[in-house]
């Protein structure tokens, strides 16, 4: 069915929707697939396809560019990220929130027919186990953003129940791309630091050397969207969100990955606000459920995705 929709990616120009927009392209046609984001967009994404401004808090410019376009399938992927949120709590649950709802209600008022909303592995808290946390368990995030995202997945959850709404979503761990800079997460060290060690310059990092997190490269992420949405109805159980796992590593067993291409590369650790988010994040996710239901499975391992950024970005 999707081969034949249209699709509608909501914040089109961050680090996840960008490399969405150019897979979604090549996989549907370039015509098919119509970005959106409030910011001005690259000269690339304007070229490479339909670009619509809009402001994802606002009901009427959704709707009329979902009407103008006769939109099926929705990617919401604006949202105000992890550490960007701390600093300002309010705006974050405004934009993370009513983003949804209403492109939920958009679903209910029978606009579009499918919605892949992004939810985050920052719905886990401290009192959740640290290692292997499964799908179900104790959720007592301690962050803006966390606290957003585990709403939105009882949202998304209750619009299935209640409305019979086909919305699809993943906890993202943090995601390492070549072709875009991250948004204000607590992950984006681990992007930062392939830059710097590229341009040959040593690197600070704002975590401690031991802080364990769940990563995945972003070629997985976006085949996991892919498969996920192109995946029969009946085949997905969980309406709320699938935990999705691929890497979970420390900087500084990044930075001893980084040291077989660049022998010289320095980094030191200068821990700030944002260990303390990492702090109460797990540092391993049990993916089995997204394995068993939709036959998920990440290809990147820690090697062969720091020789793909390093051979990209060289
Ligand atoms: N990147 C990660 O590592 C990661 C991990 C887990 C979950 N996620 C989730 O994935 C989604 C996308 O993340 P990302 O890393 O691409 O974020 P990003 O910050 O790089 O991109 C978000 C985009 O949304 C746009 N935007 C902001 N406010 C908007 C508005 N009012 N209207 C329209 N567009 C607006 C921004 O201009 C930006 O281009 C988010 O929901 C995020 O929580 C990301």
Redesign the pocket.
Known sequence: MLQHSKHFI??A?????SVLTSSLRQRYGASAVIAS???KPSSELLSSGPFEH????NYDELLAAIKKHNIEVVYL???M?SATAEQHPEKAWH?NMS?LFHVLNLAKAGHIKQIFW?S?IAVFGPSSPKVNVPQHTIMEPTTVYGISKLAGERWCDYYHKNYGIDVRSLR????ISWQSA????T?DYAVDIFHKAVAKQPFECFLSEDSALPMMYMDDAIRGVVALMEADAEQIKIRSSYNLAALSFTPKILYHALLRHFPNFKMTCVPDFRQAIADSWPESIDDRCAKNDWGWQHQFDLESMVDEMCLRLK
Request: charged share 10%; proline share 10%.
């Open positions: 909501i914040g120009s961050g680090q996840i929707g984001d409030i910011k809009i402001d994802a808090t992927m604006a949202a990220l934009l983003s992004p985050s993202f761990p943090g995601l991250p948004g204000g997460g992950t």
